[in-house]
T-cell receptor
Framework: DAGVIQSPRHEVTEMGQEVTLRCKPI?????LFWYRQTMMRGLELLIY????????DSGMPEDRFSAKMPNASFSTLKIQPSEPRDSAVYFC????????????????FGPGTRLTVL | DAKTTQPTSMDCAEGRAANLPCNHS???????VYWYRQIHSQGPQYIIH???NNETNEMASLIITEDRKSSTLILPHATLRDTAVYYC??????????????FGTGTRLQVTL
């Protein structure tokens, strides 16, 4: 498996523009997570999905942020309008929570998208 | 979730064992200890987890004290590629549901020649 795939790897945009980050989870995984990492705040969970349904979005900073998972193999995180304080590395992760497989809390992270908002 | 305490940074000579401690004195009976690491410019990587018994896999060993209030991650023969931030996370293991992992500040391990 190719692992979690994120695109783009780098994004530079101007304040006020819409930004869309994309994620393809590992095939067969039933959970998908979006994290944000900054020097000041560390690694923060923004939102996570189970079987394409958003479960907890309490980490989403404000209404400018939205996330969707239209199917099991694709998710987007959108920021509209973007602001300089949104500059960060955004990670997507996926996991299979399976009693049968004995796997819990073992999240596989993508390489991240480094977002710079000027 | 139980709070964890880790040293901010540690150094280790290449080829030697790296022992990374973690305190979790308020851990409850159903909580597991998880270790992740993050190599510079990469996403975090799962290493190992345990409940009360010592665990070993191809990456590392995890030693949990009998009272479960602390643990140590052991990299038996550290290499330069093990230079990373190591996160100790305590979390309940919920059957069939995911848990929100809270990443603290971790321990920055520097492996040197």
């Amino acid at each position: 498996d190719a692992g979690v795939i994120q695109s783009p790897r780098h994004e530079v945009t101007e304040m006020g523009q819409e930004v869309t980050l994309r994620c393809k989870p590992i095939s067969g995984h039933d959970y998908l997570f979006w994290y944000r990492q900054t020097m000041m705040r560390g690694l923060e969970l923004l939102i996570y999905f189970n079987n394409n349904v958003p479960i907890d979005d309490s980490g989403m900073p404000e209404d400018r942020f939205s996330a969707k998972m239209p199917n099991a193999s694709f998710s987007t995180l959108k920021i509209q309008p973007s602001e300089p304080r949104d500059s960060a590395v955004y990670f997507c992760a996926s996991s299979l929570e399976s009693r049968l497989a004995g796997t819990y809390n073992e999240q596989f992270f993508g390489p991240g998208t480094r977002l710079t908002v000027l | 979730d139980a709070k964890t305490t880790q040293p901010t940074s540690m150094d280790c000579a290449e080829g030697r064992a790296a022992n990374l401690p973690c305190n979790h004195s308020t851990i409850s009976g159903n909580e597991y200890v998880y270790w992740y690491r993050q190599i510079h410019s990469q996403g975090p990587q799962y290493i190992i987890h345990g409940l009360k018994n010592n665990e070993t896999n191809e990456m590392a060993s995890l030693i949990i004290t009998e009272d479960r209030k602390s643990s140590t991650l052991i990299l038996p023969h550290a290499t330069l590629r093990d230079t990373a931030v190591y996160y100790c996370i305590v979390r309940a293991r919920n059957t069939g549901t995911a848990s929100k992992l809270t990443f603290g500040t971790g321990t920055r391990l520097q492996v040197t020649l």
